[in-house]
């Protein structure tokens, strides 16, 4: 299996933010990743597939980029609605795997 | 409107046998892989297995292979998690989600079914 290592594990944020969140892939996936935000309480919302690619209805202030084992999910500026926990996601191997998750909280 | 509807709740003892639903709405049924997630307590995500609910072609993650059984019935569009004797170490919540079309990735998810179990 592919193990998937997000950092920060929490990040202390303000609103209006720019926030920078990693996701490190133990062998190269291309470009085969996808982020998921989870609200507590909430089952996730997929945010980014194919490693930058928005969702459907996904807001422009988030993005996606890196390629191999490399990856990152920008937060442009946060918004309070934006305090989850932010999931990595492996899709090019069986079984896919995720990463821990990294939350982010309000500083 | 893409919809996976599942049960909220389930609570059962040690050794029970439970089947847990996840009716779809708003797609072809038949086209789409559907996958189950499980999430500890305080835990992340994990894949437990996906089922073609045309064939039924069926895979499982190493972890839960011969743990539960997936299957899927296309005539009420729904698919299905189950256990034959639960444990305490089974108590989390269960997704079931559509999986892309062409790549292991969830574009819709339920709501999840919080499965306790205790004595």
């Known amino acids: 299996e592919i193990v998937m290592t997000q950092s920060p594990a929490t990040l202390s944020v303000s609103p209006g933010e720019r926030v920078t969140l990693s996701c490190r892939a133990s062998q190269s996936i291309s470009s085969h990743l996808a982020w998921y935000q989870q609200k507590p309480g909430q089952a996730p919302t997929l945010l980014i597939h194919?490693?930058?690619t928005r969702a459907t209805g996904i807001p422009a202030r988030f993005s996606g980029s890196g390629s191999e084992t490399e990856f990152t999910l920008t937060i442009s500026s946060l918004q309070s609605e934006d305090f989850a926990v932010y999931y990595c996601q492996e899709h090019n191997s069986w079984p896919p795997t995720f990463g821990q998750g990294t939350k982010v909280e309000i500083k | 409107e893409v919809r996976l509807a599942q049960p909220g709740v389930e609570v059962k003892k040690p050794g029970e046998s439970l089947k847990i639903s996840c009716k779809t709405y708003g797609y072809s049924f038949s086209r789409y892989w559907i996958a189950w997630v499980r999430q500890m307590p305080g835990k992340g995500l994990e894949w437990m297995g996906i089922i073609n609910p045309g064939d039924p072609d069926t895979r499982y993650s190493p972890s839960f292979q011969g743990q539960v059984t997936i299957s899927a019935d296309k005539s009420i569009s729904t698919a299905y998690l189950q256990w034959t004797s639960l444990k305490a170490s089974d108590t989390a919540i269960y997704y079931c989600a559509r999986r892309n079309m062409d790549w292991n990735y969830i574009d819709y998810w339920g709501q999840g079914t919080l499965v306790t179990v205790s004595s």
């Open positions: 194919g490693a930058s």
